[in-house]
């Protein structure tokens, strides 16, 4: 058993690991509130916008849209969203797995495979090995989450989209954490590059009264609605992130708490047989002078 300076020692260090935990959760949960609210209310204004802009491709020759063209997968990016800090439990390994797996099943299609790292933790990972990929338009904004903003986020989009349309990538996809709620997050995969066409509805489509023309809307719409699609994704992620955190130090900060427990039955029982010890040391030589 060891002795009672060292239990007393790992009984400080626990409880100041378990005061550490237990702030940097009250600190998730106070950040989880504002992240959450602004996924939320940018949910209703994506999927809406996402809406007209089928509703309208579905009456329109889309394959004049530069970001619409069907392509053999040669080149493939893949945008890896994690977070810039760690201690959230599995959030950030889950995507960069994901990312992994992903983009061997694309080699494995014979299909060259590049990823945009956006997040410390996955470009950490992957910075020095053959996914890599950074340009100058991307580079100067890769810390995303210091100053998350539709600003930067647009910045990242057109550029993506200016890659897609030069033909330096056949396809772009978006691999990231969806919030759902604060201790659940799903990993999703989106398709980003090329806009994936309207799907076969039996329905009429909606009626709506156009100025200027459907096709100059489209133009306008479609660099939009792939800039808000970035950004919604960066939203859940950073959510989602706070919500991961936030429950990793409540289960921490419980651990802490039992092993404080077990710690100090650990250290009673010890103080208690260092006292019988002392008594019986006492005795003993109390005996031997009597002798």
């Not at 810390?143 to 600003?151: C, G, H, P, V």
């Not at 201790?183 to 590059?193: D, K």
């Amino acid at each position: 058993m060891a002795n009672l300076k060292e239990i007393r020692n790992r009984i400080t260090s626990v409880t100041s690991t378990m005061q550490i935990t237990s702030a940097m959760k009250m600190v998730s949960a106070a950040k989880l509130k504002r992240a959450q609210d602004a996924v939320t209310q940018m949910r209703p204004y994506s999927e809406k916008l996402q809406d007209i802009l089928k509703n309208l491709s579905a009456t329109l020759d889309m394959s004049e849209n530069a970001y619409s063209e069907q392509r053999e997968l040669n080149k493939v990016l893949i945008i890896g969203i994690t977070s810039n800090r760690g201690l959230c439990g599995g959030f950030n390994n889950n995507i960069i797995k994901r990312v992994n797996t992903l983009a061997k099943e694309y080699e494995n299609g014979n299909s060259s495979v590049k990823v945009v790292c956006l997040g410390k933790k996955i470009k950490d990972v992957l910075k020095k090995g053959d996914y890599y990929y950074s340009n100058d338009t991307i580079d100067p904004v890769e810390d995303i989450f210091s100053a998350l903003s539709f600003e930067n986020t647009a910045t990242i989009a057109q550029n993506l989209m200016d890659l897609f349309s030069s033909g330096e990538f056949d396809k772009v996809e978006i691999v990231y954490n969806r919030f759902v709620n604060a201790a659940t997050q799903s990993i999703e995969v989106e398709q980003l590059l090329p806009i994936l066409p309207p799907e076969e509805t039996s329905g009429a489509n909606s009626d709506y009264l156009f100025e200027p023309t459907k096709e100059e809307i489209v133009t306008e719409l479609v660099p939009k609605s792939l800039k808000i699609q970035l950004f919604k994704s960066l939203l859940d992620s950073h959510a989602a992130e706070h919500g991961a955190r936030m429950t990793a130090m409540h289960k921490a900060t419980d651990n802490a708490s039992e092993l404080q427990k077990d710690l100090k039955l650990s250290y009673n029982k010890a103080r208690q047989a260092a006292i019988t010890n002392e008594i019986l040391e006492i005795v003993g030589g109390a005996e031997a002078l009597n002798a």
